[in-house]
């Protein structure tokens, strides 16, 4: 089965603090994406990745950036943590392909910014 | 840009009730997805369809896509409390676009 590990299932920051999110995934998927999760708002993808170095806007990035120098690992940077940035942050991962390609999910990582 | 509704929006029913969820989305998509998640916990695959009336069961959930209609369905059979969850459906148009989710309660 593919596992997707993300590094922090909660954390507290404080406004204006830069926070790092981890995600890696051991079964060599080409595509990692980034969700928030907030309460009759849906999943809301905030960035992805096709491959190495390569990164997309999804329909929320501001206030994001992200990451990806190897192949496993996808991160999620908020240069300056704001109050409106407390959510739920999904990692998934899928294979490219004309397949099924199914997003499998990391656990989540809860964030509060105070 | 792609739009994915589902209702209900919340959804309690006794258990031994049959209901269904519906998913209506906004433009042509080439595969439609169901997805669970149990409280505090992340979403994990349920279903997958991949083409104009396909149709998946497992257990008491079923599954279909009407790709004419932009509609999925997911039917439950005779609820369980272990199918207590939130239900998201997603399609999938170069990106993957999730609705809002259903949040099902089985009450005894």
């Known amino acids: 089965d593919v596992k997707v590990t993300q590094s922090s299932r909660y954390l507290v920051k404080r406004t204006g603090e830069k926070v790092f999110l981890e995600c890696v995934q051991d079964?060599?998927?080409?595509?990692m994406f980034w969700y928030r999760q907030d309460p009759g708002l849906g999943l809301r993808l905030i960035y992805f990745?096709?491959?190495?170095?390569?990164?997309e806007k999804g329909d929320i990035p501001e206030g994001y950036s992200v990451s990806r120098e190897k192949k496993e690992r996808f991160s999620l940077i908020l240069e300056s943590a704001s109050t409106n940035q407390t959510s739920m942050y999904l990692c998934a991962s899928s294979l490219s392909g004309s397949g099924a390609n199914v997003l499998t999910f990391g656990a989540g990582s809860r964030l509060t910014v105070l | 840009e792609l739009k994915v509704e589902q209702n209900p929006l919340f959804l309690s029913m006794q258990e031994g009730k049959n209901y269904t969820i519906y998913c209506n989305y906004s433009?042509?998509?080439?595969?439609l997805y169901w997805y669970r998640q149990d409280p505090g916990k992340s979403l994990e695959s349920l279903f997958v369809?991949?083409?104009?009336?396909a149709v998946k069961q497992e257990g008491r959930l079923m599954a279909s896509l009407d790709t004419k209609a932009r509609l999925s369905t997911l039917h439950i059979t005779a609820a369980v409390h272990d199918l207590s969850a939130t239900y998201f459906c997603?399609?999938?148009?170069?990106?993957?676009?999730f609705g809002t989710g259903t949040s099902l309660t089985v009450i005894p």
């Open positions: 079964m060599d998927h080409e595509n």
């Open positions: 433009t042509t998509s080439d595969r």
């Open positions: 990745s096709y491959d190495v170095k390569m990164k």
């Open positions: 369809l991949l083409s104009n009336g």
């Open positions: 997603a399609v999938h148009r170069n990106q993957f676009y």
